[in-house]
């Protein structure tokens, strides 16, 4: 694409940041579209992430994306919240106002959501869910769940304080079907529907990897990972050789990626486009 100096810039601010696709699917659904805009990696952590906010606010952007480690401690840094994002405690998403400000928004519960009940047949208000991992993503898949009547969702993190607070936010601001469940106690697993990895756990450096010993696993549940880069991490590896069915993160990818792109222009989304882009970039790392 050529950039000139009416092009809309949009980052991703994370980190680690080289197994993302999202650049490629968003500057695909820009081209697709017709939109004048950049999509482009940067990679940095909570020690400077308010410098480089503070700096955006400044330059050509039309906001920017916001993954781990950063989804929660972002908030210090906004303006406004909208009140999804504001009850979910976390942010990927970030919109430039005309006039300089900064509002969060989260569009991965809604991606997750859209994946889980389109992909993966899932009915949230018949279900129990064990997540592991209680930063953004996990913040975001649980809050979702529990706005759509999930009957039970348990949460675990290795860092509890996380989990807690987690378990709190939702059983005040959602609805009392949360419990906290110690790092490293698996005996809840064998009682859900649903089993999720939002911890990280699996991708970057520690592929391989898995949150939970693969004996827990039953064929009758549904193993969700929200990493979609390898697209079948150990955790689902595991599960898919117990015979349960596995669904990664690209959907909850791409349909989060969508709505982001209607939040910075205020137009519809070209999701297939954006589809064809992931699959072929799938299609290239095998």
């Not at 050529?2 to 650049?23: E, H, R, W, Y």
């Not at 406004?80 to 006039?99: F, Q």
């Not at 949360?178 to 809840?188: C, I, M, N, P, R």
């Not at 911890?199 to 970057?204: D, I, K």
């Amino acid at each position: 694409m050529k950039v000139d100096i009416n092009t809309k810039m949009i980052t991703l601010l994370g980190n680690p940041l080289k197994q993302s696709f999202a650049a490629r699917m968003q500057n695909a659904g820009y081209e697709a579209a017709g939109l004048n805009m950049l999509y482009f990696y940067t990679e940095v952590d909570k020690d400077h992430l308010g410098d480089v906010v503070n700096g955006l606010r400044y330059m050509n952007f039309a906001g920017f994306a916001v993954t781990k480690p950063n989804k929660v401690r972002v908030l210090r840094y906004l303006d406004e919240l909208d009140p999804l994002c504001e009850k979910m405690g976390a942010s990927n998403t970030v919109v430039k106002t005309a006039d300089g400000k900064l509002i969060g928004y989260n569009t991965d519960g809604v991606g997750f959501y859209t994946s889980l009940v389109e992909d993966g047949g899932v009915k949230a208000s018949e279900c129990t869910f064990f997540c592991f991992g209680a930063g953004g993503a996990g913040r975001a898949m649980c809050s979702v769940l529990a706005y759509h009547g999930a009957k039970k969702i348990y949460i675990t993190d290795f860092y509890e304080p996380c989990a807690q607070s987690l378990v709190e936010d939702i059983n005040t601001n959602f609805a009392p079907v949360a419990e906290l469940v110690h790092h490293g106690d698996f005996s809840k697993v064998a009682e859900c529907d649903v089993v999720m990895n939002a911890s990280g756990v699996g991708m970057g450096h520690s592929i391989g990897e898995t949150p939970m010993p693969e004996e827990y696993i039953k064929p009758t549940q549904l193993y969700f990972d929200a990493c979609y880069n390898p697209d079948k991490t150990q955790f689902l590896l595991n599960a898919e050789a117990h015979g349960a069915k596995i669904l990664n993160g690209l959907g909850m990818s791409l349909y989060q990626g969508a709505a982001q792109i209607e939040l910075w222009t205020g137009g519809k989304a070209p999701v297939e486009a954006m589809r064809q882009e992931l699959l072929a970039i799938l299609a290239e790392s095998k």
